[in-house]
């Protein structure tokens, strides 16, 4: 064992890793840029203030997870936790108000989290952060779901599910808030010593604790969507209705209220088939108060974030793969020049469906291409003689493995990506 090693909850992401991390940041670079989305980094640490203000003094994350210190200098700063407030401090210090609303920022980087280290769940972890601020309109709401919904779908993840719910605005919260503490004080001691401490001053997240006898008490509590204002209970049927528009798939869930105290209305997030092994996989919400919180004029917005390791954690479950950066995966190994003219459109195909593909050049027999393709490492051979051409196919052969398949040449692409989430593995 070597002397040193990286912290507790922290990891190195290996060459063999970044081609994930690669397939993450540019699908995110290329959503971000047909949503309208532009890049702004913040510092990984700001005032512990912004935090405790933005985030909220009861919150896990400010109680109990923040990386906070003192400078030599006497500053009290802290390692972002997340980017939420980092953006609305930005917006107003670079007087973005001033700007055609809304304005709509993405970040992608680390984040820190004093938590407890399990799978998914690091204290040094990733997040891209998208972030809509200027704009009430519910068509927001459903865009920014549409986003994240479109991300995950994009790289291929499949039976996700995205809970959505309102917990209100101050006008209508307050209410719900007094039901609940109502509907939880006859209960009080069964409830876990966290939620005790919690009923007074933070009942909301009484309902979204993981304590079996808590979950089985919370199934019966008061809705929020029941305490809605005429106002916020619009926004929620309007948002509905959008999302049923666009095609995003969701299911209403009361016991949704999210760890963060800026919600305001809408809160969603997306969760994987297994979630609780792994946690939630991205989640945001509206947040209508928090500039104002921080000291600015009063200003809505909505935002969402998704943990980077967790989508890379579900993209390996899935058996879905990044192919590896700057490595070439398939060798075209026509026999004869009949084969060569129906091979050349097939190598245009597959390099348009993404996959670094070469073809044999010059009159190799098939062994000089086998060869050829061995020595330079390429992971996969699609040989074409006279019966392939008849039948409209290419022979794949694995030369990792050895095994090889007709396949019809339309699955070209798909096959070699299969292939390569298959058990020999992304190669570095
Ligand atoms: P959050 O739910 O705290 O929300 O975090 C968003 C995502 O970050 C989670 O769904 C998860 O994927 C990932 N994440 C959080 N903590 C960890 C951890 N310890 N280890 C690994 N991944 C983690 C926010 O941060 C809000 N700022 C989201 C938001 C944006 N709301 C509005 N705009």
């Keep these: 064992m070597p002397t040193f090693q990286t912290p507790r909850g922290t990891s190195d992401i290996l060459p063999s890793d970044q081609p ?48 906070s210190f003192m400078t030599k200098g006497g500053d009290a700063l802290t390692l972002r936790p997340e980017a939420t407030a980092s953006f609305c401090r930005a917006y107003l210090q670079h007087g973005m108000q001033n700007l055609p609303q809304p304005v709509k920022l993405f970040t992608v980087g680390p984040f820190f989290r004093h938590d407890r280290p399990g799978a998914g769940r690091y ?31 994009t790289l291929g993840l499949r039976d996700l599910s995205v809970l959505l719910n309102s917990i209100g605005c101050p006008n209508c919260r307050p209410a719900y808030l007094d039901a609940l503490r109502q509907y939880y004080a006859p209960l009080v001691e069964e409830l876990c010593r966290e939620c005790q401490a919690r009923l007074e001053r933070n009942p909301l997240r009484l309902l979204d604790c993981k304590n079996p006898t808590c979950q089985a008490l919370s199934s019966k509590a008061p809705r929020s969507v029941d305490f809605l204002c005429e106002a916020c209970a619009d926004h929620f049927s309007r948002l509905g209705t959008y999302l049923g528009l666009l095609g995003v798939p969701f299911e209403v869930s009361h016991r949704l209220v999210r760890g963060l105290d800026y919600y305001t209305r809408t809160v969603f997030e997306v969760i994987p088939p297994d979630a609780t092994s792994q946690g939630t996989i991205g989640g945001g919400g509206r947040y209508d108060g928090l500039i104002e919180q921080i000291g600015g004029p009063a200003t809505p917005g909505i935002g969402f974030a998704s943990g ?90 694995d030369l990792r493995t050895g095994e090889q398949k007709k396949i019809s040449v339309q699955l070209l692409g798909p096959a070699v990506r299969e292939m390569l989430a298959g058990p020999g593995g992304p190669q570095p």
């Design 308 to 397: 980077v390791e967790r989508v890379i954690l579900n993209l390996r479950n899935q058996g879905i793969a990044a192919l590896p950066i700057g490595k070439t995966l398939l060798y075209i190994a026509p026999i004869g020049e009949t084969a060569r003219e129906f091979a050349l459109p097939l190598l245009k195909r597959a390099r348009q469906d993404g996959i670094p593909t070469v073809i044999g050049l010059g009159s190799r027999s098939l062994k000089s291409q086998l060869k050829q393709a061995s020595s330079q490492q390429v992971p996969f051979v699609a040989i074409i003689g006279e019966e392939e051409i008849g039948t409209n196919e290419v022979t794949l052969r």
């Design 20 to 67: 994930y991390w690669k397939l993450v940041s540019s699908t995110v670079e290329s959503l971000a840029q047909r949503y309208g989305y532009r890049r702004i980094d913040t510092p990984i640490f700001e005032d512990t203030g912004l935090f405790v203000r933005g985030v909220g003094q009861s919150t896990d994350i400010v109680e109990k997870e923040m990386y």
């Design 123 to 153: 204290r040094q972890f990733h997040q891209v952060n998208f972030e809509c601020i200027g704009e009430a309109d519910p068509a927001v709401d459903a865009e920014v779901i549409q986003l994240a919904w479109e991300l995950y779908a």
